[in-house]
C-alpha cells in the first residue's frame, strides 16, 4: 500500500508540472522552472554534490547507535502525532475515491412497498432501476477531481515531512538527553571538587590558618553547586520525558540513554544547488501542491457558470403482488437535462473571484515557504561555520581555565591570593567545559536543521521502510 502512495505520488508531483498550464483562467503566475533562485549558496567553498547520496549520509550514519536505530522505527509506528497525519492521508485517499466516482454513471435499485386503507385495502408494489450521468462537457467535474488528487499528493508530501521531523526529533532528543546526562555529571564533579575545598579551608580555618569569611564564601558555593545539580536533575527528567513522549511511550522519565558521546561532525555536509531544494524538499512539495489545488479549485468555480447536462434513464414495474413484480409489465423512460445559471445574485461569480483571491494567496503562501526555506539553509550553513570556530575556541578555553582552577587553589593555600580568585577560577572552569558540551549538540543541531530544509532523506539509517 505504500509503495502505491508513492508512485501515487510521484505521478501526481510529475503531472502537476502541466496541470497548471491545462486549467483554464490559471490565477498562478510562479512557474517551477523560473523561481528566482540563485546558481549557489552565498557561502563559498560549500560541497554542491548532491544530498541524498551514499558518501553524504556517512556522518549521519555515524550518529545512529543500534539503539537509537530501534528508538527511531519506535517512534515512526508509534508517535500519536503522526498518525494522526496519517489517518488525514487516508481519509483524503478515500476522497479521492468519491471524487473519481462522479465521473462515472450511478445505477439505483428501488423497491417500495405500500398499503393504504381508505374505503378497502389497497396494496402496491414498485420495483425501479435508475441510471443517472452528468456529461463533464466543459471538464468542471475533472477540475473538481484534479482538485481532490491535488490535495491527495500535498497530504502524502506533508506526511513524508512529517517524518523526517520526527525522526530528527527523536535524533536530537537523543543526543540532547546524552547532553544533560554530563551537564549533570559535570555539576556533581564540580559539586565534589568544591565539597573537598571546603573540608580544606574549614580544617585551615579551625587551625587558624583561614578566615571565616572563606569558610562563609566556600559553603555559599558548595550550597550554589547543589542547586545546580538538583536543577541539572530535573532539566535532564524533562529531557527524557519529552523523547517518551515521541516514542509513544508513558513519559515516566525511565529512558536510558547508555553512556554515549555526542559525536563530532567534522565531514563537511554536502548541500547541492538552491535549485535541487526545490524537488527535495517535501514540505515544498506540499505547499506546490496546495496551490495547485486551488488553482484547480478555481477552474471548477469558474466552470459552475457553464450548463449543464445531465441523462436520467429509469425503467420499473408495479404489482399489487410482491410476487408478481418480476412478471408484471416494465416501463421505461429516458431522460435528458439541460440546467444553465441565468440569475444568482451574483453568487458564482463571487464563488470564483474568491476562488482566485485563494489561489493568490496560496502562491505567495508557496513563495514566503521557498524563501523562508533557503534563509534557513543560508542561516545554518553560516551558523555551522562560526559553531566549529566557537567549539575549537572554548576547549582550548576549557583546558586553560581548568588548569587556573588548579593553580588558583593551591596559591590561595599559600597565601598568594583571595578566596574570590579561586571562586573566579572555578566559575570560569565550570562555564568553559559545559559551554564545550553545550556546542558539540548545538552542531548537531545545526547540522540535522540544515539536512532537513535541504530535503535530506533518512531511509539510509532505517532498517526496514516504515509506513
Same mark, same amino acid.
Given at each position: 500500500?505504500? %509503495?502505491?502512495?508513492?508512485?501515487?505520488?510521484? %505521478?501526481?508531483?510529475?503531472?502537476?508540472?502541466?496541470?497548471?498550464?491545462?486549467?483554464?483562467?490559471?490565477?498562478?503566475?510562479?512557474?517551477?522552472?523560473?523561481?528566482?533562485?540563485?546558481?549557489?549558496?552565498?557561502?563559498?567553498?560549500?560541497?554542491?554534490?548532491?544530498?541524498?547520496?551514499?558518501?553524504?549520509?556517512?556522518?549521519?550514519?555515524?550518529?545512529?547507535?543500534?539503539?537509537?536505530?530501534?528508538?527511531?522505527?519506535?517512534?515512526?509506528?508509534?508517535?500519536?502525532?503522526?498518525?494522526?497525519?496519517?489517518?488525514?492521508v487516508e481519509i483524503a485517499e478515500q476522497s479521492v475515491i468519491v471524487s473519481g466516482a462522479t465521473l462515472w454513471p450511478s445505477l439505483d435499485l428501488n423497491l417500495s412497498t405500500s398499503k393504504r386503507d381508505y374505503s378497502g385495502i389497497t396494496t402496491s408494489n414498485d420495483l425501479s432501476l435508475s441510471l443517472q450521468y452528468e456529461f463533464d462537457i466543459w471538464g468542471k467535474l475533472g477540475a473538481?477531481?484534479?482538485?481532490?488528487?491535488?490535495s491527495y499528493a500535498a497530504l502524502l508530501a506533508q506526511y513524508e515531512q512529517q517524518k523526517r521531523e520526527l525522526i530528527s526529533d527523536v535524533i536530537l532528543g537523543w543526543y540532547q538527553v546524552i547532553e544533560q546526562e554530563q551537564q549533570l555529571s559535570l555539576a556533581q564533579k564540580s559539586l565534589k571538587s568544591i565539597e573537598q575545598n571546603l573540608s580544606i579551608i574549614e580544617a585551615g580555618y579551625n587551625s587558624g590558618l583561614n578566615t571565616s569569611l572563606d569558610v562563609y564564601l566556600a559553603r555559599n558555593d558548595v550550597a550554589s553547586e547543589r542547586s545546580k545539580v538538583a536543577t541539572e536533575k530535573t532539566t535532564l527528567q524533562s529531557n527524557i520525558r519529552a523523547l517518551e513522549l515521541l516514542l509513544g511511550k508513558y513519559p515516566s522519565a525511565a529512558l536510558q540513554a547508555g553512556t554515549a558521546d555526542i559525536p563530532e561532525l567534522s565531514?563537511?555536509?554536502?548541500?547541492?544547488?538552491?535549485?535541487?531544494?526545490?524537488?527535495?524538499?517535501?514540505?515544498?512539495?506540499?505547499?506546490?501542491?496546495?496551490?495547485?489545488?486551488?488553482?484547480? $479549485?478555481?477552474?471548477?468555480?469558474?466552470?459552475?457558470?457553464?450548463?449543464?447536462?445531465?441523462?436520467?434513464?429509469?425503467?420499473?414495474?408495479?404489482?399489487?403482488?410482491?410476487?408478481d413484480l418480476l412478471s408484471s409489465d416494465?416501463?421505461?423512460?429516458?431522460?435528458?437535462?439541460?440546467?444553465?445559471?441565468?440569475?444568482?445574485? $451574483?453568487?458564482?461569480?463571487?464563488?470564483?473571484?474568491?476562488?482566485?483571491l485563494e489561489t493568490k494567496q496560496a502562491e505567495q503562501a508557496y513563495l514566503e515557504t521557498l524563501f523562508s526555506t533557503f534563509s534557513t539553509i543560508e542561516n545554518s550553513l553560516t551558523e555551522a561555520e562560526n559553531l566549529q570556530l566557537s567549539y575549537q575556541a572554548n576547549i582550548d578555553a576549557a583546558d586553560n581555565a581548568t588548569l587556573a582552577e588548579e593553580v588558583s587553589f593551591e596559591q590561595y593555600l599559600k597565601g598568594l591570593v583571595?578566596?574570590?580568585?579561586?571562586?573566579?577560577?572555578?566559575?570560569?572552569?565550570?562555564?568553559?567545559?559545559?559551554?564545550?558540551?553545550?556546542?558539540?549538540?548545538?552542531?548537531?543541531?545545526?547540522?540535522?536543521?540544515?539536512?532537513?530544509?535541504?530535503?535530506?532523506? %533518512?531511509?539510509?539509517?532505517?532498517?526496514?521502510?516504515?509506513?
Open positions: 500500500m505504500l %509503495f502505491q502512495k508513492k508512485s501515487y505520488l510521484s %505521478f501526481i508531483l510529475a503531472s502537476s508540472f502541466i496541470v497548471t498550464g491545462c486549467t483554464t483562467n490559471s490565477a498562478i503566475e510562479t512557474e517551477l522552472d523560473s523561481i528566482p533562485t540563485p546558481k549557489n549558496w552565498s557561502k563559498e567553498n560549500v560541497l554542491t554534490e548532491k544530498v541524498n547520496t551514499h558518501n553524504n549520509t556517512l556522518w549521519l550514519k555515524k550518529l545512529i547507535t543500534p539503539e537509537l536505530q530501534r528508538y527511531i522505527e519506535i517512534a515512526l509506528e508509534n508517535n500519536r502525532s503522526l498518525k494522526q497525519d496519517l489517518f488525514d473538481a477531481e484534479r482538485q481532490v488528487n491535488l565531514q563537511a555536509v554536502a548541500v547541492g544547488v538552491p535549485s535541487e531544494v526545490v524537488a527535495n524538499n517535501p514540505e515544498l512539495q506540499y505547499m506546490w501542491n496546495l496551490l495547485l489545488a486551488e488553482d484547480a $479549485g478555481l477552474a471548477y468555480a469558474h466552470k459552475q457558470r457553464f450548463p449543464s447536462l445531465s441523462l436520467t434513464a429509469s425503467t420499473g414495474t408495479s404489482s399489487t403482488e410482491l410476487s416494465v416501463g421505461w423512460s429516458l431522460l435528458g437535462n439541460l440546467t444553465a445559471p441565468i440569475f444568482n445574485a $451574483g453568487r458564482l461569480a463571487a464563488n470564483e473571484e474568491s476562488a482566485r583571595s578566596y574570590t580568585t579561586v571562586l573566579d577560577a572555578q566559575s570560569r572552569a565550570y562555564t568553559a567545559q559545559s559551554s564545550v558540551i553545550q556546542l558539540k549538540y548545538e552542531m548537531l543541531n545545526t547540522r540535522l536543521q540544515l539536512f532537513t530544509a535541504l530535503g535530506g532523506n %533518512f531511509s539510509s539509517i532505517l532498517s526496514k521502510d516504515v509506513k
